[in-house]
């Protein structure tokens, strides 16, 4: 073997003995640690350099208050070597006694001490140096000493000022949100970590929805304290004292229990939760904070509650409750529909304004039985009539008013179901157009302060029957409130979109088909619609009475909530099944039945021959319509109710086609409809004698032709 083949075995066996080496020193514990201590700097290089400048200044400082001005070259060299050992020193302790390991934005209490051990290790340093003489420069000790209780305020004001400027900048674009959206106010029980935790999120957060108007503790003493900025309004054990702070202050859209209901007064938290029930509050609870879940986890198929509120894709919007209750407050109250979800909630609320008394119509036995049943039990106090009744009896109706002789009415009585109403529209006109014509009536002649009509959107550019005779009841309350000279009672209407929730609706729909399986019945992917929750219908309803009558708005005014952008069925059904715990297609699918009659794509709030203006109401705009005839309105309501009560369907069409502009044109049924020149002896005597004068109605702005309004109805006696 040759001498240059030994030397390079030798040589791979010592590189090879080597590698080992090097690579421990490369992975040991020492450059791991090295490795992390350069990563800290350079994530925070300027609060590095920060702490340098702030620390020069501590030293210059500290020099001047026990030295004076430096005189002289030696003045001169002792201040700057005392600054370039101090910077030096800092170099190395600073990122050593981890004041570079914490993010600068959860600055706290252990930063402080970060910044204490530090600044107090480079002078302990510094002052063990000049007395060894291991530096040439001599300080006084005073100096190191001042420097130390320099340093330490500025070096860890300088990491809070950081984050309080990180709060600010969020909190400022959190007021500039909150200029143009109404943000939900939550009355938050406990305080407890949770609760800590919660309340600094919302503060850190931007575009929360949230707006904490108060705390209730779990013990009594902490009334009028303050946890963080939001006040302690009392104990859940002092149930009267919170309502009272409510009453006072600002009602909750929503109550948040921060901690399990367990660690509550078992007591309290039912008294609690009776009164938030009983005031339509929603109560909610925060999710644990140590609760964690697999993306994928395999669990059982099951099904979570959905609140309406979820599905908004707004924040509901906020009411006046102080002028509410001025208006409720002492007033005799009608209700009519007051079984239904929005005349029940209606009822709870006007009910929480201390009326002086509560009457209540329904022709439902059942459901006026549960409207009042609730009542008693929420309301003991106040002082409640119940009736069954069909707003189509005119006689029942005028009876049940001479009696009780109401302040406010409102009226919220009306058959809804646009393919039901579709298929009988002569039970639709008697409800929506007779029955709302009885009750505005009834109202006019006992002279009360104002009635309230409930409406729809599908009223607007009205393609079904249903939305033809809520526009119809629309017209003859405007009517009224322009025209009426018998008494001065108010006459306004409120136009709702579609109420989430309320029976029959598409919610519950949605909520039945999903706890059986699935499908979700959509009629058309692009079908949309406005929505609202039932407390926002109730709340504009309240505000639009209060509006009317305390600043005497427009005659004939409609008003109507800015409910922001459509939201398109399909979207909400997949929105509906993922708050449910199940993906949309895989667990429940979504099945698409084509529409039904009378159904549009797309509904409007406001009608193209209307003009909207404010009202005075936050979130809320004023349509008024061109003007009709109380006259006319009179007879077209006569005119229908005689057609409706023979059940005659195609003239019950045509008649509402021209009334309502737009409203079936292109009907078959409507073109079609015999033209009819008298009526049998023995069906003649069924109508009215009020339709007399059908004979000599004139021509107005939606005028009936005069081929339709003449000679169709002859009254024998």
């Known amino acids: 073997m040759s001498f240059v ?4 075995n030798r040589s791979n066996r010592t590189n090879q003995r080597s590698e080992p080496a090097v690579s421990g020193l490369r992975n040991g514990p020492t450059a791991q640690y090295l490795r992390r201590i350069f990563g800290e700097l350079k994530s925070h290089k300027r609060l590095a350099v920060s702490d340098q400048i702030l620390l020069m200044i501590s030293f210059c400082t500290a020099y001047l208050l026990q030295v004076g001005m430096p005189v002289g070259e030696a003045g001169y060299k002792a201040l700057s070597g005392l600054i370039l050992y101090g910077a030096a020193a800092s170099l190395v302790i600073f990122p050593v006694a981890g004041m570079y390991r914490r993010h600068p934005k959860t600055a706290s209490i252990p930063d402080a001490l970060s910044s204490f051990t530090g600044v107090a290790i480079v002078i302990g340093i510094m002052t063990i140096a000049s007395l060894s003489g291991m530096i040439s420069i001599q300080p006084h000790l005073g100096t190191l000493i001042v420097a130390f209780f320099i340093a330490m305020p500025l070096l860890s004001g300088s990491r809070l000022a950081r984050r309080i ?4 900048e969020t909190v400022l674009n959190g007021e500039k949100r909150a200029q143009t959206e109404n943000r939900i106010p939550l009355l938050l029980v406990g305080t407890g970590t949770s609760c800590d935790l919660y309340l600094r999120a919302l503060r850190n957060t ?8 108060g705390i209730v503790d779990s013990v009594e003493d902490s009334k009028g304290l303050f946890f963080h900025d939001i006040p302690i309004v009392g104990s859940v054990r002092d149930i009267d004292a919170v309502a009272d702070w409510c009453t006072r202050k600002e009602m909750p859209r929503q109550i948040v229990l921060t901690e399990a209901p367990s660690q509550f007064d078992q007591k309290a938290i039912k008294s609690l939760v009776e009164w938030a029930e009983g005031r339509g509050i929603a109560i909610r609870k925060l999710a644990g904070l140590c609760e964690t879940f697999e993306l994928e986890e395999a669990q059982p198929l099951k099904t979570l509650e959905v609140a309406p509120d979820d599905l908004l894709q707004r924040p509901a919007r906020m009411c006046d409750h102080h002028r509410m209750a001025r208006l409720i407050s002492g007033a005799r109250v009608v ?10 909630e209606l009822a709870r609320q006007i009910a929480a304004n201390g009326p002086e008394s509560l009457l209540l119509l ?9 409207v009042t049943k609730d009542l008693a039990h929420y309301f003991p106090e106040v002082d409640r009539h119940s009736e069954i009744c069909d707003i189509r009896d005119k006689e029942r109706v005028e009876r049940f008013f001479q009696q009780h002789k109401p302040d406010i009415v409102f009226n919220a009585a009306a058959l809804k179901h646009v393919p039901i109403v579709e298929k009988n529209p002569c039970q639709g ?18 002279n009360a302060k104002a009635m309230v009509q409930i409406s729809t959107d599908k009223a607007v550019n009205a393609s079904s029957v249903m939305g033809a005779t809520k526009r119809v009841a629309e017209l003859y309350c405007a009517g009224l409130d322009r025209e009426a000279r018998e008494s001065d009672t108010r006459f306004m209407t409120v136009r709702f979109g579609n109420v989430l ?20 019945t959509v009629t058309d992917p692009r079908m949309e619609r406005f929505f609202m929750t039932i407390r926002e219908a109730v709340e504009l309803t309240l505000m639009a009475s209060a509006n009317g009558v305390e600043r005497q708005t427009d005659k004939g005014s409609i008003f109507v909530l800015d409910m922001g952008e459509p939201i398109k069925i399909i979207d909400l059904a997949e929105r509906m099944i993922r708050l ?9 699918a979504i099945k698409i039945i084509g529409t039904r009659p009378g159904e549009k794509l797309f509904e409007e709030l406001f009608d193209k021959l209307e003009t909207r203006s404010a009202c005075g109401i936050d979130g809320v705009l004023s349509a008024a319509s061109a003007s009709v005839s109380l006259a006319e309105l009179r007879r077209w309501a006569d005119r229908l109710e005689a057609f409706a009560r023979l059940q005659d369907r195609p003239m019950v069409l045509r008649t509402l086609q021209d009334i309502v502009p737009g409203y079936g044109e292109s009907a078959d049924e409507i073109e079609n409809a015999p033209r009819r020149n008298d009526l049998p002896p023995e069906e003649a005597k069924a109508v009215p004698l009020s339709n007399r004068h059908f004979a000599d109605a004139p021509k107005g702005p939606f005028s009936i032709g005069a081929d339709l309004l003449r000679n169709k109805i002859v009254v024998r006696h």
């Open 429 to 446: 006109v008697l409800t929506n157009v007779v029955g709302t014509r009885n009750v505005a009536e009834a109202a006019l002649r006992v």
């Open 580 to 588: 449910s715990g199940m993906e949309p297609g895989r667990d429940i």
């Open 206 to 213: 931007s575009d929360t929805e949230y707006r904490p108007i």
């Open 362 to 370: 329904d022709h439902s036995e059942y459901n006026l039985y549960s």
């Open 165 to 168: 400027g990180s709060r600010y």
């Open 5 to 8: 083949s030994i030397r390079g």
């Open 501 to 520: 929730g309320s029976s029959g609706s598409l919610i519950p729909l949605f909520k039945e088909q999903i706890a059986c399986g699935g499908p979700l």
């Open 335 to 344: 209700v009519t529909g007051a079984g239904g979800s929005i005349g029940s």
